[in-house]
């Protein structure tokens, strides 16, 4: 038996990202992932005022950031028991959506494709297709992603003045009506958007996809006409079927969605408990239930973590992040490792559609199970259906042209007391957590989406999922591990969206 | 041809999403028709990280000319000097880019962080960060004061959480044709540092006349009492818009002055300071008696429109 260790570090996610691998016989046998930058965002919180986390969050990542200003805000709602009117509940999920739906543009065809140009397929029959589809500022796919995920934030924009990095949630509401001439700004954007989206991502329009619901019905769609096969999901789905990514990269069979968009119907009043347009849940693997989810049952660990020592997991009101960096011990990360009912769970638009229920999703999960296929599939058709959402609710908003977008919250300070806000980013579960004492913020916790995937290992030595996911995988050559690149990817790493970490750490090479 | 490089420091990749949404000119245009050869950047690299290694070692020999060196991030210094909250290969990011900076034509901060610390460097400044050549708004980062590039230029600061799209772009631009960049006092370009965030917003007529909101979500002017320090901050916010569509004052939004060494202001973001009735900062280079007066005069010569709010932005 030969045992070696290698590095991998990958470019092309949001940060850098760095794994350590051991090799028995060129099959993973144990897998570490890095988290090695820290920023200390939840020191940097305290003594604030509580809104001016409306400011600060949004800074945790450069592509979530409207999802960070969510959580804020909803956590201070949350504490100051503050009703939200129905528009601002619909500009929220409009602002969140348009986020999403770039990010999941970028993430495909930026940040994924571009590995099937890698010169190991040169030999493929797939190799010239994806060249021409695919190739950064040359493919015609990845040129497309670039203009259109760059139109799709002027909606954000609109409402929030810019994107990246604004702070138009605020408790109670947003800072701007839906005027008709946003409205139709938005629509002519989201119109333009569905167009390409229609000719160039599905190849058919957008209604005779959403009509898709079983696994058989989507391989049967995919070859029906050349037009199918040769958009970018079906040129994406051929490939990746082609180097086998629908057998690899499963990971933890548990899965948490806090739910996506509170429901504006529900709105008006405060509730502590939010209807969503997409529901939450936990999906037990072992059970194959989806059971209701509870904020309660998530804790976190740090026992592999550089932070100060506690033993066990904490949940995030009682969360601590004193960081104690230990490069020459055993511990290998600015991550937490975060467990949902003392379990190992991934999060992401996989999880999301399955505890929704979607029945494309659904099918091709029965069928197959959830691959690194499957997964990065998932997110792009969850743009088809944002992009459907999207037009309902401008239709919605056009038609209460004077709705309230803001209640001015009776009181002009958040009282203390300790609240959380939970929000579906586009990589999965986001939460803040917000204690406030004396009229500032005394402790603030943040488990982002990636905190959950890339999770290291708890205090009980269980691995996170996307170290779980590398695991028993047989590597065709350690030097080139290209097929851990697709695996990675498919996770959607963000690795500034984890706050404590960033960045990479040794040699690696996924490809030379 | 003009080659760049663009590193992460301590970041949150905002500045390069920023860029992405850049439209004139935009990041393909920089490249189709500046001839801008990116030899690196973290978000588009279709090369595996190994390119960056051979890169850097190419650059550090001179075999590899760098034009221009992007640096997006906070230099982080911590723990104890060792920079190792922000590790590369074993050492720290903080000693990578000082060696590199001595091989570029022109250093280029691209957002707050890499300009003056920015977000990370807030109290309790836990990571120690610092910006390239200034700390806040004390000259001398990691970089002395004195510092200057092969070009003879300090580092020049496109600060901005995120920087403006346009304002990297064309900043970039500018370098690649050769066009001369002049500096303000604090090292931004004057072509997009020379206007207050105040210029060009859509509620000035409020301003004008001194009307002035007290709840967020309402029409008039956000300077005197919900923490907008548009008046006060120089960048094109509201010159070129953002995302082609707006700014954050004309949504609304009051400007943190994110532009600024000071950002992100240790005071309640969303609560103007005053004494008496009157913003403690006041508008740049303003009197404060000839202010007083002028606003009382302005307030009486308010049309109802303006004083009822009636007019839209």
Known sequence: ?512 | MTTLLWLQTGSCGGDTMSLLCADSPSLEELVDEYSIEMLWQPSLSIEPTSRLDTLIEAIIADQQALDILCIEGSIITGPNGSGMYDPYRGRSKMSLVRELVEKAEYVVAMGTCSSYGGVHAAPPNPTDCLGLQFDKQSPGGLLPSEWRSRKGLPVINISGCPAHPNAMTKTLAMLASGLPIELDHINRPKAFFNTTVHQGCTRNEYHEYDVEDTEFGDKACMFFNLGCQGPVTMAICNTELWNGRSSKTRAGVPCFGCTSPEFPLTQDLFLTEKIGTIPVHLPLGVERANYMAYKSLAHDAAPDRVLNKTMDH
């Open chain 1, 1 to 512: 038996m030969t045992r070696r260790t290698i590095q991998i570090d990958l470019n092309r996610v949001e940060g850098d990202l760095d794994f350590q691998l051991e090799l028995e016989d060129n099959k993973v046998v144990d897998a570490r992932c890095i988290g090695s930058l820290y920023r200390g965002f939840e020191q940097i919180l305290l003594s604030r005022k509580p809104k001016d986390s409306l400011v600060i969050t949004p800074r945790i990542c450069g592509i979530c950031g409207t999802a960070q200003l969510n959580a804020a805000v909803l956590a201070l709602e949350n504490i100051g028991h503050i009703p939200v009117p129905p528009a601002a509940i619909r500009i929220r999920n409009l602002c969140l959506m348009a986020e999403t739906v770039q990010s999941d543009l970028r993430q495909s065809f930026m940040f994924f494709t571009a590995d099937f140009c890698h010169s190991k397929y040169v030999d493929r029959p797939f190799y010239e297709k994806a060249r021409t589809a695919f190739l950064p500022f040359k493919g015609w796919v990845h040129r497309g992603a670039l203009e259109y995920s760059r139109q799709m934030v002027e909606i954000i924009a609109l409402f929030g003045g810019q994107w990246p990095h604004s702070s138009y949630m605020l408790p109670g509401g947003v800072t701007t009506p839906a005027s008709n001439r946003h409205i139709i700004d938005s629509l002519s954007i989201l119109n333009k958007l569905t167009r390409w989206f229609e000719q160039a991502v599905i190849g058919t329009d957008l209604d005779s996809w959403l009509a898709i619901q079983s696994a058989d019905e989507f391989f049967t769609w995919l070859t029906a006409k050349d037009a199918h096969a040769d958009s970018a999901i079906g040129l994406f789905t051929l490939i990746s079927r082609d180097i086998g990514l629908q057998d690899v990269g499963f990971g933890t069979p548990h899965m948490i969605s806090y739910g996506a968009y509170d429901d504006p119907d529900d709105a008006g009043t405060f509730s502590p408990h939010r209807k969503h347009l997409f529901r939450s849940g936990f999906l037990n693997g072992d059970t194959g239930n989806i059971e209701p989810f509870e904020q309660a049952e998530i804790t976190e660990h740090v026992r592999y973590s550089w932070f100060q020592p506690y033993s066990g997991g904490r949940h995030p009101f009682q969360g601590q992040t004193i960081p104690d960096y230990q490069p020459h011990s055993d511990r290998y990360t600015w991550c937490k490792a975060p467990r949902y009912q003392n379990k190992v769970v991934q999060t992401g638009p996989l999880a999301d559609a399955l505890i929704d229920g979607e029945p494309l999703i659904r099918s091709l999960y029965q069928a197959e199970g959830g691959n690194a296929w499957l997964r990065q599939f998932a997110r792009l058709h969850r743009t088809a259906r944002l992009l459907h959402k999207m037009r309902e609710i401008l239709h919605e908003l056009a038609a209460q042209p004077n709705a309230p977008h803001m209640i001015t919250p009776n009181e002009k300070e958040i009282p203390d007391g300790e609240g959380f806000g939970l929000v579906t980013a586009a990589r999965g579960a986001l939460g803040h957590w917000v204690q406030i004492t004396d009229g500032v913020i005394s402790r603030y916790q943040v488990v982002t989406p990636t905190a959950w995937n890339a999770s290291p290992k708890d205090s009980e030595g269980r691995h996170g999922h996307w170290e779980s996911s590398l695991l028993g995988l047989t590597v065709e050559d350690p030097d080139d591990p290209v097929e851990i690149g697709h695996i990675i990817r498919s996770h959607d790493p963000c690795l500034v969206c984890t706050v404590h970490l960033l960045d990479t750490g040794k040699p690696m090479t996924v490809w030379p």
